[in-house]
């Protein structure tokens, strides 16, 4: 079976995240809130010393995550 997914776009601060917590709660969907898994991503990268453009390495600690 196919999870349904629904994605939010807009502008920062504008309400995506609130507004997707309470329509995957009123759905009994999950929530996933990808900008803070790019943040984590990027903090680990740094952590790492892995640069930005390399996009392998990235992936490979993405998986990881």
């Known amino acids: 079976m196919?999870?349904?997914v629904i994605t939010i776009?807009?502008?920062s601060?504008?309400?995506?995240?609130t507004v997707a917590a309470i329509v995957a709660n009123r759905l009994g969907f999950h929530y996933l809130?990808?900008?803070?898994l790019y943040r984590l991503l990027a903090l680990?990268?740094?952590q790492q010393q892995i640069g930005w453009d390399d996009e392998d390495r990235?992936?490979?600690l993405a998986k990881h995550l």
Request: net charge negative; hydrophobic share 30%.
């Open 13 to 17: 601060a504008s309400g995506k995240g």
């Open 33 to 36: 809130d990808s900008g803070s």
């Open 44 to 46: 680990y990268a740094t």
């Open 9 to 11: 776009d807009g502008p």
């Open 2 to 4: 196919i999870a349904p």
């Open 58 to 60: 990235l992936a490979e």
